[in-house]
Nanobody
Framework: QVQPVESGGGLVQAGGSLRLSCAAS????????MGWFRQAPGKEREFVAA????????LYANSVKGRFTISRDNAENTVFLQMNSLNTEDTAVYYC????????????????WGRGTQVTVFS
């Protein structure tokens, strides 16, 4: 089991960039695919991006494709979300999560969740 802890959120102007990090405790980090989700005020949690154990395959929500990049460093037990060309609709709490499946977009497939980091984009 791993326990994710997110960092890197903050306040950024539209068009800017942020890089989120998720450090996962536990010696079995490389056994899990990892994902990023987000939840905006008054909205349901939604999938953002996911990456396989080795990092060889990734999936993105259509709303972030071409702007966000997920990556991981298994030696550092860390997964990243590089967010470029941010807009106000990206404002949300971003969560990192771990799944035992090879690659999935469903929140119910992720068993370990971090507490989230706030990203606020202003125009």
């Amino acid at each position: 089991q791993v326990q994710p802890v997110e960092s890197g959120g903050g306040l950024v102007q539209a068009g800017g960039s942020l890089r989120l990090s998720c450090a996962a405790s536990g010696r079995t980090f490389s056994n899990y695919s990892m994902g990023w989700f987000r939840q905006a005020p008054g909205k349901e949690r939604e999938f953002v991006a996911a990456i396989t154990r080795s990092g060889s395959s990734t999936l993105y929500a259509n709303s972030v494709k071409g702007r966000f990049t997920i990556s991981r460093d298994n030696a550092e037990n860390t997964v990243f979300l590089q967010m470029n060309s941010l807009n106000t609709e990206d404002t949300a709490v971003y969560y990192c999560a771990a799944s035992a499946l090879w690659l999935t977009t469903r929140g119910s497939d992720f068993g370990s969740w971090g507490r989230g980091t706030q990203v606020t984009v202003f125009s």
